[in-house]
């Protein structure tokens, strides 16, 4: 199965989008990251289209970060995409040990990564069957329009990273792009092909989910939510989880 339909199978299974982002900031946490991770993915599981864990908060923590990563990823059901959030880049011959580690290792489904080397430096992830890739395509931080937007001769630097998609096609794994809300205008949803979207900025980042025209497009569209679940003040994880998949749906019409 490639990693695409797996995600479709589980947006229809679940009547969600919701993609629950995993950003453990230990000065917002009580008790021990083990017991934080695991409270978040048990809840919200029903709900989650897909998890996404970010890599750098457990960094953040050493060694026992990774350890708590590690087990936090054999705790999600399989049946749930794991996208997780590395953003790499590197040399052909490094990457290809990256996603050994991610994709052998931890056996993820897919994971971000940042296009900017190159076509051949993402090569090394494609070869992975039934795993998908998202690259950066313009992202949710106010920086993003000081290059993403930015033209290179006679197209944008958006356009040059949606053709690696092209370029994929016939390989082992999928290519999509991450398209962050607080960027995406109708101009440039308009402008990226129908390919799979991971899109962040929903909730405390304050992305405006009406401008999302997707009734259109088929490839299956991610809408990641961090902190407002994480940390939010009301109700339990899982009643954040809800809500925002509530949020969502009416948001863009999606059959209740």
């Known amino acids: 199965m490639r990693f695409t339909e797996k995600l479709a199978a589980r947006i229809a299974q679940t009547n969600s989008l919701l993609c629950v982002g995993l950003d453990p900031r230990a000065e917002n946490i009580e008790g021990s990251l083990e017991d934080f991770i695991k409270a978040v993915i048990e809840e919200t599981a029903e709900y989650a289209a897909a998890f996404k864990p970010n890599i750098a908060y457990f960094?953040?923590?050493?060694?026992?970060?990774?350890?708590v990563l590690e087990d936090s990823l054999k705790l999600i059901p399989k049946e749930i995409p794991i996208v997780l959030d590395v953003k790499r880049t590197d040399i052909p011959e490094t990457q290809k040990y990256y996603a050994k580690s991610y994709f052998e290792n931890?056996?993820?489904?897919?994971?971000?990564?940042?296009?900017?080397?190159?076509?051949?430096?993402?090569?090394?992830?494609?070869?992975?069957?039934g795993k998908g890739v998202y690259l950066l395509g313009i992202t949710s931080n106010p920086?993003?329009?000081?290059?993403?937007?930015?033209?290179?001769?006679?197209?944008?630097?958006?356009?040059?990273?949606?053709a690696f998609a092209d370029r994929a096609e016939g390989m082992p794994a999928d290519v999509g792009l991450v398209a962050g809300l607080t960027?995406?205008?109708?101009?440039?949803?308009?402008s990226i092909k129908d390919i799979p979207l991971l899109i962040p900025g929903l909730g405390a980042?304050?992305?405006?989910?009406?401008?999302?025209?997707?009734?259109?497009?088929?490839?299956?569209?991610?809408?990641?939510?961090?902190?407002?679940?994480?940390?939010?003040?009301?109700?339990?994880?899982?009643?954040r989880a809800k809500k925002a998949v509530e949020k969502i749906n009416q948001a863009l019409s999606v059959k209740a």
Do not use: C
């Open 59 to 67: 960094e953040a923590y050493g060694a026992a970060g990774y350890k």
């Open 106 to 129: 931890w056996d993820v489904d897919s994971v971000t990564l940042s296009p900017f080397m190159g076509f051949d430096s993402i090569e090394p992830y494609l070869q992975y069957e």
């Open 143 to 162: 920086g993003a329009h000081e290059f993403m937007t930015g033209k290179l001769e006679d197209e944008t630097v958006l356009e040059k990273i949606q």
């Open 183 to 190: 960027n995406v205008t109708h101009d440039v949803l308009a």
């Open 205 to 239: 980042q304050g992305g405006d989910i009406s401008v999302l025209d997707i009734q259109s497009r088929k490839a299956p569209i991610l809408i990641n939510s961090s902190r407002s679940i994480l940390y939010g003040n009301e109700g339990s994880y899982a009643d």
